[in-house]
């Protein structure tokens, strides 16, 4: 596997990854026409453009042996819903997807470690955040080995669809 920095050319492989890990994990939940919308909202090559070039952003690529992306990980200043989140001194692994045909590979640790250096670097010992879908108990499992603990929640939303997502730090 080949860990690489996201690049202008990776962002139709990048959309791709995209939008089949959060169908394959989340899809279910929603109403075709709002998991589309949301979809094509987040998940274009465009708005992944504008989102990589983003000087306090860190986003690595995952590619297997045939090139074909696998997983991904962003992490940047802080966003989440939180009264005591400063995004001018604190960081936030935003996004961490590994494709279900990868899962159990040792991916998803390597990527998080990776950020959770880019964090320490940028943010020195200031704390250091995640959100979790409430019931994706694996990546639970995971951020909580990581010294993660829930500190909130908040609802996020797809179309008219709200979820319950658990605001984790250390």
Avoid: C
Wanted: charged letters at 25%; zero cysteines; glycine letters at 12%.
């Amino acid at each position: 596997m080949l860990i690489q920095p996201v690049q202008n050319a990776d962002l139709s492989d990048l959309s791709r990854l995209g939008r089949e890990t959060f169908t394959h994990t989340f899809g279910h939940l929603y109403p075709a026409e709002d998991l589309a919308a949301y979809l094509d909202k987040t998940y274009a090559p465009r708005v992944l453009g504008e989102e990589t070039q983003g000087k306090d952003q860190f986003w690595r690529l995952v590619r297997n042996n045939r090139g074909r992306a696998m997983a991904y990980i962003q992490a940047g200043p802080v966003g989440l819903p939180h009264a005591e989140a400063d995004p001018n001194t604190q960081g936030e692994i935003k996004r961490l997807y590994v494709h279900h045909e990868a899962q159990g590979s040792g991916l998803g640790k390597q990527l998080l470690e990776l950020g959770l250096a880019f964090l320490k670097a940028r943010y020195g010992d200031a704390p250091q955040w995640i959100g979790v879908w409430s019931e994706n108990y694996r990546a639970q499992r995971l951020y909580e080995g990581y010294g993660f603990t829930r500190v909130g929640d908040y609802g996020f939303k797809v179309g008219g669809t709200t979820d319950l997502e658990f605001i984790l730090r250390r």
